[in-house]
């Protein structure tokens, strides 16, 4: 059920799924366009698996479906990066420590 979205009074109204977006990644996507969009983020009563994500465009302008759009394309990019985070962390972690070996055993 992720990215089904509706239009009413001059807002959107788009469900995303916990599952497929993280909150980090959610909230990534509210900061970046903060200068755009209030968008609120808001639980759905007995439904733990998704979450509504409210857009209205601060200069009293039509959010469109162009806007949802770019809002959906950077959530994706920004959950992608998340994932790409994690599924790189362990060798990241090993280039850091072999790194900054010398400069450790320097202070030992």
Same mark, same amino acid.
């Given at each position: 059920m992720s990215l089904?979205?509706?239009c009413c009074n001059?807002?959107?109204?788009?469900?995303l799924s916990k599952t497929t977006y993280e909150r980090e990644a959610?909230?990534?996507?509210?900061y970046?366009?903060?200068?755009?969009?209030?968008i609120k983020i808001e639980e759905i009563k007995d439904d733990i698996n998704n979450v509504k994500m409210i857009v209205v465009k601060k200069n009293d302008e039509e959010v469109n479906d162009m806007d949802i759009e770019m809002l959906l394309?950077? !959530?994706?990019?920004?959950? !992608?990066r998340l994932d790409i985070l994690?599924?790189?962390s362990e060798i990241r972690k090993r280039i850091i420590d072999k790194?900054?070996?010398?400069?450790?055993?320097?202070?030992?």
């Open positions: 089904l979205y509706h001059n807002e959107f109204e788009v469900l959610i909230l990534s996507v509210v970046k366009f903060s200068e755009i969009f209030v394309t950077e !959530l994706a990019d920004q959950q !992608l994690k599924r790189t790194a900054f070996e010398p400069i450790l055993d320097v202070k030992k």
